[in-house]
Nanobody, 122 residues
Framework: QVQLAESGGGLVQAGGSLRLSCAASGIIYRLNAMGWYRQAPGKQRELVAD???????NYVDSVKGRFTISRDNAKNTVYLQMNSLKPEDTAVYYC????????????????WGQGTQVTVSS
């Protein structure tokens, strides 16, 4: 059973910073791209940033220059450094991993974390 353990969420004032971590563990046949998504109240889930095994990154326009995604392949961990946070960044942030993972008696090609709440106050 694969697990994605997310941490680092919390309450921060506008202009502050948070660092999210997501560590994959369990039976992992293959780990490819990893990313962070978020879902704000009343909105659809959106991609925030993702990163390939080789380190290529992609960001949604609204966070470019403020957020940085990185990964440590040896630790199967992806990070999201969030600086200059804005109230509109408030959302539940979800880690997603692509690859091949054991879930129950089968396997899946992508897996989501439970989510961690990020709240940015005005």
């Amino acid at each position: 059973q694969v697990q994605l353990a997310e941490s680092g969420g919390g309450l921060v004032q506008a202009g502050g910073s948070l660092r999210l971590s997501c560590a994959a563990s369990g039976i992992i046949y293959r780990l490819n791209a990893m990313g962070w998504y978020r879902q704000a109240p009343g909105k659809q889930r959106e991609l925030v940033a993702d990163i390939t095994t080789g380190g290529s990154t992609n960001y949604v326009d609204s966070v470019k220059g403020r957020f940085t995604i990185s990964r440590d392949n040896a630790k199967n961990t992806v990070y999201l450094q969030m600086n200059s946070l804005k109230p509109e960044d408030t959302a539940v942030y979800y880690c997603k991993a692509d690859g091949a993972f054991r879930v129950g008696s089968g396997w899946v090609s992508s897996f989501w974390g439970q989510g961690t709440q990020v709240t940015v106050s005005s």
